[in-house]
């Protein structure tokens, strides 16, 4: 909060404000409650800032990119991580990348496994199997066209006997997001006991590796209710056999908490009954509360003292973008905002500035600043 009124008194907003001190207890955390349990990996398209990065490195046994562009951008930040390299529509060059660079390759169909092979070096693969079945209450089902149906991986069969440099070591799973530990757990459990029949008719029996995916449950209607990392830690441990490896790749619940978007108030006014301040900056900058369809959860800093406020209203908060769709929380009851407020969006460490639209409007892009605790 400090920093953001220094922000706002030397101009300097809107600007995103990473927390490393709080980012880097909260890893330390994570990986405590996973001790004896599956090995880490953080999912990098969450966030690649590159002090994001070297604040969470110490705490993760890798790093898991979804693109020869995040794979090249980790690589500069973190030249020893183990890399794992998955995502939909890997093309002739980023398959080459990944054979180079990653210990793990994330096989989406057997086209691309065919594709792997052909390029006659050796490689470690993990097959993706999207396993049907309900997902009752997540965020994000990951239907579509990511990994194979149980059906359609039975044609990798052929093509790994034919390509012994491509080494299977398992299997991967990511089926969903916005799951809580118990859950979570279950999944991750159904997913096993597909798998390990299958490794083993495969013949992959040392060691075989079973990468159960992110999707931890993050709750933007209460930024102190946290994923149970502790539970879910100690239940994991206990689902794997003798041998097996499990790992997991998170993404939001590891540093959705240490960021925040600040930015200050341009204008209040009532349009068709309805309240509304316009903030500086928008959904181009923050565009997570237009994806997740949520209200971003704020803060408002008074220092307004002339120009237009409201008291005891409920307030639409929208950015600078001309359309109805910028909106970062809508009707959301507030004691006062005024003109040249302070507001600070919290839970803005994970899919905010990295998936935005960016030159919407050319508006000048936010600053970028590091608390390190
Ligand atoms: C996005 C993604 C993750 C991370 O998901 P979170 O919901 O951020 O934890 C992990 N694995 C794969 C394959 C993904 O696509």
Same mark, same amino acid.
């Given at each position: @909060?400090?920093?953001?009124?220094?922000?706002?008194?030397?101009?300097?907003?809107?600007?995103?404000? !990473?927390?490393?001190? +709080?980012?880097?207890?909260?890893? #330390?955390? *994570?990986?405590?409650?996973?001790?004896?349990?599956?090995?880490?990996?953080?999912?990098?398209?969450? &966030?690649?800032?590159?002090?994001?990065?070297?604040?969470?490195?110490?705490?993760?046994?890798? *790093?898991?990119?979804?693109?020869?562009?995040?794979?090249?951008?980790?690589?500069?930040?973190?030249?020893? +991580? %183990?890399?794992?390299? /998955?995502?939909?529509?890997?093309?002739?060059?980023?398959?080459?990348?990944?054979?180079?660079? +990653?210990?793990?390759?994330?096989?989406?169909?057997?086209?691309?496994?065919?594709?792997?092979?052909?390029? $006659?070096?050796?490689?470690?693969?993990?097959?993706?199997?999207?396993?049907?079945?309900?997902?009752? /209450?997540?965020?994000?089902?990951?239907?579509?066209?990511?990994? @194979?149906?149980?059906?359609?991986?039975?044609?990798?069969?052929?093509?790994?006997?034919?390509?012994?440099?491509?080494?299977?070591? /398992?299997?991967?799973?990511?089926?969903?997001?916005?799951?809580?530990?118990?859950?979570?757990?279950?999944?991750?459990?159904?997913?096993?006991?597909?798998?390990?029949?299958?490794?083993?008719?495969?013949?992959?029996?040392?060691?075989?590796?079973?990468?159960?995916?992110? $999707?931890?449950?993050?709750? !933007?209607?209460?930024?102190?209710? %946290?994923?149970?990392?502790?539970?879910?830690? %100690?239940?994991?441990?206990?689902?794997?056999?003798?041998?097996?490896?499990?790992?997991?790749?998170? /993404?939001?619940?590891?540093?959705?908490?240490?960021?925040?978007?600040?930015?200050?108030?341009?204008?209040?006014?009532?349009?068709?009954?309805?309240?509304?301040?316009?903030?500086?900056?928008?959904?181009?900058? *923050?565009?997570?509360?237009?994806?997740?369809?949520?209200?971003?959860?704020?803060?408002?800093?008074? %220092?307004?003292?002339?120009?237009? #406020?409201? &008291?005891?209203?409920?307030?639409?908060?929208?950015?600078?973008?001309?359309?109805?769709?910028?909106?970062?929380?809508?009707?959301?009851?507030?004691?006062?905002?005024?003109?040249?407020?302070?507001?600070?969006?919290?839970?803005?460490?994970?899919?905010?500035? &990295? *998936?935005?639209?960016?030159?919407?409007?050319?508006?000048?892009?936010?600053?970028?600043?590091?608390?390190?605790?």
């Amino acid at each position: @909060m400090r920093r953001a009124e220094e922000l706002a008194g030397s101009g300097g907003l809107p600007a995103f404000v !990473y927390d490393l001190g +709080a980012l880097r207890e909260h890893v #330390a955390a *994570i990986r405590k409650a996973l001790t004896g349990g599956p090995e880490l990996f953080y999912a990098a398209k969450a &966030n690649p800032d590159a002090e994001i990065l070297k604040t969470v490195a110490p705490y993760v046994d890798g *790093i898991e990119v979804a693109s020869g562009g995040e794979l090249k951008h980790v690589r500069a930040v973190l030249p020893k +991580a %183990r890399l794992a390299f /998955g995502g939909p529509g890997k093309t002739d060059e980023e398959l080459a990348l990944a054979v180079r660079e +990653a210990e793990r390759v994330h096989v989406e169909s057997p086209h691309e496994l065919s594709r792997l092979a052909r390029i $006659g070096r050796d490689v470690d693969v993990l097959l993706r199997v999207n396993l049907a079945g309900e997902r009752k /209450g997540v965020a994000l089902a990951m239907s579509g066209p990511f990994g @194979m149906d149980p059906e359609a991986i039975e044609a990798c069969h052929e093509i790994l006997a034919g390509a012994p440099w491509v080494r299977l070591r /398992g299997i991967h799973a990511h089926l969903a997001s916005g799951l809580e530990a118990e859950a979570l757990v279950r999944q991750s459990e159904e997913i096993l006991q597909w798998a390990r029949p299958w490794l083993e008719k495969t013949g992959c029996t040392q060691n075989p590796e079973f990468n159960l995916g992110g $999707g931890m449950a993050v709750d !933007y209607t209460d930024p102190h209710r %946290r994923f149970d990392w502790t539970t879910y830690g %100690r239940q994991i441990a206990a689902l794997a056999q003798p041998g097996e490896i499990l790992r997991i790749e998170p /993404g939001r619940a590891v540093t959705v908490y240490a960021g925040w978007y600040v930015t200050q108030v341009l204008d209040v006014k009532k349009a068709h009954g309805q309240w509304y301040a316009v903030l500086r900056g928008g959904t181009h900058h *923050i565009r997570t509360p237009v994806t997740k369809n949520h209200n971003q959860p704020f803060t408002v800093l008074p %220092r307004g003292e002339q120009g237009p #406020a409201v &008291n005891g209203a409920e307030v639409t908060l929208v950015g600078q973008l001309c359309t109805p769709k910028d909106v970062f929380a809508r009707q959301v009851p507030v004691d006062r905002i005024a003109v040249g407020d302070v507001v600070a969006f919290s839970m803005a460490g994970a899919y905010a500035w &990295n *998936i935005s639209h960016h030159d919407f409007l050319m508006h000048p892009k936010p600053g970028f600043h590091y608390l390190s605790g």
